[in-house]
């Protein structure tokens, strides 16, 4: 699928080899994906102070901070990447 609107995702893990695998297979399934890859949770949120997300994917079980965590200072700090559930 060749799409002209690209699709930023921020993809968070802390196992360097499966974050570039799935960037890998994101771009492969749709090459309208432009994957960022953070390592970290801390390195996560310095990628979304400096560009613009469509799409957080994280991990859950990190060290430092888990996903979960990490959701949490998203939506502290980066609110207009939080949507609010359609009811």
């Given at each position: 699928?060749?799409?002209?609107?690209?699709i930023?995702?921020?993809?968070v893990?802390?196992?360097?080899?499966?974050a570039?695998?799935?960037?890998e297979f994101?771009?492969?399934?749709?090459?309208?994906f432009?994957?960022?890859?953070?390592?970290?949770?801390?390195?996560?949120?310095?990628h979304l102070?400096?560009?613009?997300?469509?799409?957080?994917?994280?991990?859950?079980?990190?060290?430092?901070?888990?996903?979960i965590?990490?959701?949490?200072?998203?939506?502290?700090?980066?609110?207009?990447?939080?949507?609010?559930?359609v009811?």
């Amino acid at each position: 699928m060749n799409s002209e609107a690209s699709i930023h995702v921020l993809h968070v893990d802390d196992e360097p080899d499966f974050a570039e695998l799935t960037a890998e297979f994101l771009k492969r399934e749709d090459d309208s994906f432009t994957v960022t890859t953070a390592t970290s949770a801390s390195e996560g949120l310095e990628h979304l102070s400096s560009g613009e997300f469509d799409c957080i994917v994280s991990d859950y079980d990190m060290p430092t901070q888990n996903g979960i965590e990490f959701l949490k200072s998203v939506r502290e700090n980066y609110p207009q990447y939080i949507t609010k559930p359609v009811s």
